[in-house]
């Protein structure tokens, strides 16, 4: 089995446990089923912002630990206060070391637009996120059929949620597009065998309609790549590891914006 096909088995278990534990009728209770989400699309787009989606990651598949002490408010809040456009959180705990709380803190303590990272394959994870109070979710080609996609998606956008679907390649994005989604993400990174390139953004952008916002995703680590990248029309850009393998992951976002400030207006 390679990583998503464990990941997608181990996740079948936990919803299901899940499901036993916190019924729909618990998490349709939180707060958060009253409030209304952030739009990642509005942040992303915003031209005084510079696209960045800070990701708070504990440890990875492919690296393993990344930063087993960053505290989620300190490096949350400082992400924030350091210009990025929305935050990335990890909710997944076998795999990535987060945990539903993580994102809950990370809520408590923006306002701005917070994307759930998990692994989804069950409406009832889209509850889940609506009720620790995510604004975005991400849906991941590569472990989903088309129809399944269409069907989570569309779930998603019943309760307000923004969706972005993360492709790694032309047959996921063509097997799985659908009007239903807000933002297509290239995933730089193949999660089959943790190898990276950028050219995978660039390869694969002509190939998205514009009224999709672009999101580029991994293995970034310099401003020179998200300056190439916008010229392909990216207008957002995940990064976790860059920030998180610091011992400040927030001063290092601080820094990197610094590098990428210009004269030039963001989007020419
Ligand atoms: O840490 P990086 O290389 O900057 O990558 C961030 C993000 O793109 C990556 O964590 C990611 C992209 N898609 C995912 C799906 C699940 C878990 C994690 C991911």
Redesign the pocket.
């Known amino acids: 089995m390679n990583i998503l096909e464990q990941i997608t088995a181990f996740k079948r278990q936990e919803v299901a446990e899940r499901k036993a534990l916190y019924p729909v009728k618990l998490l349709e209770q939180t707060i958060y089923f009253e409030t209304q989400p952030v739009s990642f699309r509005k942040y992303l787009l915003r031209q005084d912002l510079h696209g960045i989606i800070a990701?708070f990651?504990r440890k990875?598949p492919s690296l393993g630990i990344i930063n087993a002490h960053a505290s989620v408010e300190r490096t949350t809040i400082g992400y924030m206060q350091a210009g990025a456009s929305a935050l990335s959180v990890?909710t997944d705990a076998q795999f990535?070391g987060g945990k539903n709380d993580d994102l809950k803190i990370a809520r408590k303590f923006n306002f701005c637009p917070i994307l759930r990272?998990d692994f989804i394959i069950d409406e009832y994870q889209i509850i889940e996120a609506k009720s620790i109070g995510a604004d975005v979710i991400?849906l991941?080609a590569g472990i989903l059929q088309a129809d399944e996609v269409n069907k989570l998606a569309a779930f998603a956008k019943s309760l307000g949620l923004e969706i972005l679907l993360?492709v790694h390649d032309r047959e996921e994005l063509e097997r799985t597009l659908t009007d239903q989604v807000d933002a297509i993400g290239v995933?730089n990174?193949n999660l089959k065998d943790f190898s990276v390139s950028i050219n995978t953004s660039k390869e694969l952008a002509a190939l998205i309609p514009d009224k999709f916002v672009k999101v580029s995703?991994?293995?970034?680590s310099k401003a020179e790549t998200i300056l190439d990248l916008r010229t392909y029309g990216y207008r957002g850009f995940?990064?976790?590891?860059?920030f998180m393998k610091t011992s400040r992951p927030e001063k290092a976002l601080a820094s990197f914006i610094e590098t990428l400030k210009t004269d030039k207006p963001i989007f020419a």
């Open positions: 990701e990651k990875s990890l990535f990272k991400l991941i993360e995933n990174r995703e991994s293995g970034i995940l990064m976790g590891e860059a």
